[in-house]
């Protein structure tokens, strides 16, 4: 009976006491892609302020500053990396592997950039976006027949971003474009929902999750402007981190032993855990219009597991 109890409100697949999953090596590679990523967006940043003082400032008289878009992207990744793993509970009860960990988000913002350098050869912006985004994690271990699911309630998505554009001429030939961009978002569950063979895990109503994450995202691309048609092609490097918290307020009536044990600790402290996905690059392609002087409609994507697919409609003014 103990056992069957343990199993309902603290035996959990996720629930291990901070532990690595993976090789090391594999670790190591993907804190590596986190350092690469945040060094590359330091290189724009410095790149962007010094271009911006050893050009002449007449150059921005006669050129659209501006550029706002509205952008609806959605994305996620498959059989997510669990690096980091705390529950109170794993004192008490069998911890089980064999999980994969699903991620996909919706996310619709306004990205506003300003041109500080636009002249014949290089095109360098700074700016930020501000939105909403929408995330559903997924759990399930075929083993042991578990499927667990949960939905966030919209979330403010916020972050910066730069651009760097080395073109031979404006509106037409090769181009090279950087971009950086980093995303924050968090907010707590809007439902929860779960299957088990065995009928036992923890009831959505004994536990309450909280969601939060952030993307580090540079791309390289480089394409060939047509004048109203522009097509590229590039990398993306995208240093992604999603953290899950779980309080739990289970009903320890019947209980005892081990079971007891472990129900008292979920309910005195949080459990937590990180992911990340296993892949850190991607390929990147796009593929722009421009239908009327100052109006850009593009589509991007960068194809993988679960595509990562974006529309964007750009005014420039």
């Not at 150059?59 to 959605?74: G, H, K, N, P």
């Not at 036992?200 to 480089?222: C, I, K, M, V």
């Not at 590039?234 to 307020?249: E, I, P």
Request: with cysteine; hydrophobic share 45%.
């Amino acid at each position: 009976m103990e056992s069957l109890v343990a199993c309902r409100f603290a035996a959990g697949p996720r629930r291990m006491a901070m532990r690595r999953l993976g090789p090391p090596w594999t670790c190591r590679a993907q804190v590596g892609a986190d350092r690469a990523v945040r060094r590359l967006s330091f290189w724009l940043m410095g790149l962007a302020l010094i271009l911006a003082l050893a050009q002449p400032t007449p150059a921005l008289a006669d050129a659209d500053r501006f550029e706002v878009s509205l952008i609806a992207r959605t994305l996620g990744y498959r059989d997510m990396r669990e690096p980091t793993s705390f529950t109170p509970s794993a004192a008490f009860v069998p911890q089980q592997g064999g999980w994969v960990r699903n991620w996909t988000e919706q996310r619709g913002y306004v990205e506003a950039v300003y041109r500080l350098l636009d002249t014949s050869h290089v095109v360098l912006a700074l700016g930020g976006q501000v939105g909403a985004s929408v995330g559903r994690f997924e759990a399930k271990n075929v083993g042991q027949g578990v499927y667990e699911a949960w939905e966030t309630r919209p979330a403010f998505l916020w972050g910066p971003c730069a651009r760097l554009i080395l073109r031979r001429q404006p509106g037409e030939g090769v181009f090279a474009r950087f971009d950086y961009a980093f995303f924050s978002a968090a907010a707590p569950e809007a439902r929860e929902e779960g299957a088990s063979r065995s009928g036992g895990g923890t009831p959505p109503s004994a536990r309450d999750a909280f969601f939060s994450w952030t993307s580090h995202e540079a791309t390289a691309r480089l394409g060939y402007d047509f004048g109203p048609v522009e097509a590229a092609a590039g990398a993306s490097l995208v240093a992604f981190r999603l953290d899950k918290r779980l309080t739990h307020h289970a009903d320890a009536t019947g209980a005892s032993g081990n079971a007891l044990a472990a129900i008292l600790a979920l309910n005195a402290l949080p459990s937590r855990y990180g992911y990340e996905p296993r892949l850190p690059v991607v390929p990147f392609l796009s593929l722009a219009v421009r239908p009327v002087a100052g109006l850009t409609l593009e589509g991007s994507i960068r194809p993988a597991d679960q595509p990562d697919v974006a529309l964007r409609l750009a005014v420039s003014f």
